[in-house]
Structure formats: structure tokens, C-alpha cells
């Protein structure tokens, strides 16, 4: 079992819809992240969240650490939000490296 | 202020030769985590360096190496090419070397061995 699981897999939305993304992940974390994937392969850090909620734009990430659950949310959704969204974890100390999931492909229709 | 680079963007070599990857890290960071994603895959991680010293490593085996030189720049060097080692290789960059440091990632290296 992976130690970060995302669901679901693929995603597919009408324009305007509410979209949510979830994660669950099974080790202690120091923070969870949330990323934003081109196809042309570049990652954008979206959120780093370690407890409670953040809000940017239309995007909206919340995390329960005693569930060791997080959702991304994306109101009125639109094209150019189709993208891949990986969760990642990193797992504190000094040592930063992050443990990601496998993404959730979104596809928005116009 | 730039953002991280990786050179080159593309890159074909053939089973049991040697690559060498390249990335600058963004101005004023200190660490940086090389990963290589397969495909339909998350990114796995292979190695972090911060001050030009190895700080951890994943699953990967000894035929991965990196550096990281003075200007914190960094290379990963595979050696005896695999097929299964054809994936996108992203570094990001980090102020330090602590999880709650945000990372920043290059646009990626995408090797095919075949």
C-alpha cells in the first residue's frame, strides 16, 4: 500500500462545476503539499498545509491530521484547471524530501 | 530572481550508457531533491543535497550519483542505462534542508533509453 493515496485517478468536469480531490496518507507528516502538473511536466506548488485550511483563488485546500486526510477543492472550475494534482507529504526532520501520490488527472470540458 | 532550470529539456541515450543531468537551483537556496517520475506515476525520490553534501537517499541503487558544486547548482549522473530508467527527472530547490521548506521544481529533464 502506498504511504499517500489519492482519489480518484481521473477526474472529468463540465465548466463552472465544484471539484474535489482527495488524499489520504498513512505515515506522521510535517506538512502535506498540494501540486499543480502541466503536461509539459513542470510542477507548481499549489498549498503546503499543516493544519486547518488555506484558500487561493478559486482553489481551496483543507487537511484533518487526526483523519491523516487532505481535499483540494476548485470552485467554478474552468479548461484551463485540467492538469494533474499530486499530494505529497514530507515527513519532518532534516531531511525535506516529499513522498507524492500518484496525482488525479483533471480534465475540464468547455 | 530566476527560477529553477534543467538542461537539457530532452534527452535519447541507449541501454548501458551514461547521462548526466543538470540543474540550477533558484537564487539563494541550498538543497536540492532530485526525483524521477514514470510514467502515469508520482514522482519517486532518489537523492537530496544540501551544501554539497549528500542528505538522504531513496530506493535507488549506487548507479545514481549526484553532485552539488559551490554556486549550489546540482548534476544526477546514471551510469549502465536501464530501460526502466527512461522518466521525467525533476530537481527542485529548497532554502534549507528541512521539511518545512517549500521546494520549487525545474521543468524536468525527460530521458528515453531505448
Known amino acids: 500500500k502506498n504511504e499517500v493515496e489519492q482519489s480518484p485517478q481521473n477526474l472529468t468536469a463540465q465548466e463552472g462545476e465544484f471539484i474535489t480531490i482527495n488524499c489520504s496518507y498513512s505515515?506522521?507528516?510535517?506538512?502535506l503539499h498540494w501540486l499543480q502538473q502541466h503536461p509539459g511536466g513542470g510542477i507548481v506548488s499549489l498549498f503546503m498545509l499543516s493544519s486547518g485550511k488555506k484558500k487561493h483563488g478559486r482553489l481551496i485546500a483543507t487537511i484533518n491530521i487526526q483523519e491523516k486526510h487532505s481535499s483540494l477543492h476548485i470552485t467554478a472550475s474552468h479548461p484551463r484547471d485540467s492538469a494533474v494534482y499530486i499530494c505529497?507529504?514530507?515527513?519532518?526532520?532534516?531531511?525535506?524530501?516529499?513522498?507524492f501520490g500518484k496525482g488525479t488527472k483533471l480534465s475540464v470540458k468547455p | 530572481e530566476t527560477g529553477v532550470t534543467q538542461s537539457p529539456t530532452h534527452l535519447i541515450k541507449t541501454r548501458g550508457q551514461q547521462v548526466t543531468l543538470r540543474c540550477s537551483s533558484q537564487s539563494g537556496h541550498n538543497t536540492v531533491s532530485w526525483y524521477q517520475q514514470a510514467l502515469g506515476q508520482g514522482p519517486q525520490f532518489i537523492f537530496q543535497y544540501y551544501r554539497e553534501e549528500e542528505n538522504g537517499r531513496g530506493n535507488f541503487p549506487p548507479r545514481f550519483s549526484g553532485l552539488q558544486f559551490p554556486n549550489y547548482s546540482s548534476e544526477l549522473n546514471v551510469n549502465a542505462l536501464e530501460l526502466d530508467d527512461s522518466a521525467l527527472y525533476l530537481c527542485?530547490?529548497?532554502?534549507?534542508?528541512?521539511?518545512?521548506?517549500?521546494?520549487?521544481f525545474g521543468p524536468g529533464t525527460r530521458l528515453t533509453v531505448l
Open positions: 505515515v506522521g507528516i510535517s506538512a
Open positions: 527542485a530547490s529548497s532554502l534549507g534542508r528541512n521539511s518545512y521548506n517549500e521546494q520549487f
Open positions: 505529497a507529504v514530507s515527513r519532518g526532520g532534516s531531511q525535506g524530501n516529499l513522498i
